[in-house]
């Protein structure tokens, strides 16, 4: 909580530094998260919205894979049981 407080005093003294490109600016700053640890420019914060826009678009990419895997290994167990199954028939 106390490092909390001390962010919100910095922020209210205006003395803020980017933790990106070092630049002292003016304002509330950004969540830099997670291209640094910290608050960045208006003008980085460019970047930062880029990288969340990548970082989404390969979590996605992650969880279709794993959803797609999953459906593969179900079918492929299915079509065993159902050898089996007619394997037994025929026995």
């Not at 970047?47 to 797609?68: G, H, L, N, P």
């Not at 895997?69 to 167990?77: K, N």
Request: aromatic share 6%.
């Amino acid at each position: 909580m106390i490092s909390q407080q001390q962010d919100i005093k910095k922020m209210a003294d205006n003395n803020l530094i980017c933790v990106i490109c070092s630049v002292n600016y003016a304002g509330y700053g950004n969540d830099a998260t997670p291209v640094a640890d910290g608050y960045c420019c208006d003008d980085c914060n460019f970047k930062v919205i880029v990288a969340r826009i990548k970082e989404t678009q390969r979590e996605a990419k992650r969880a279709y894979r794993v959803r797609r895997d999953a459906i593969f290994a179900l079918r492929r167990a299915e079509e065993n049981n159902k050898r089996t199954d007619e394997d037994a028939m025929e026995e």
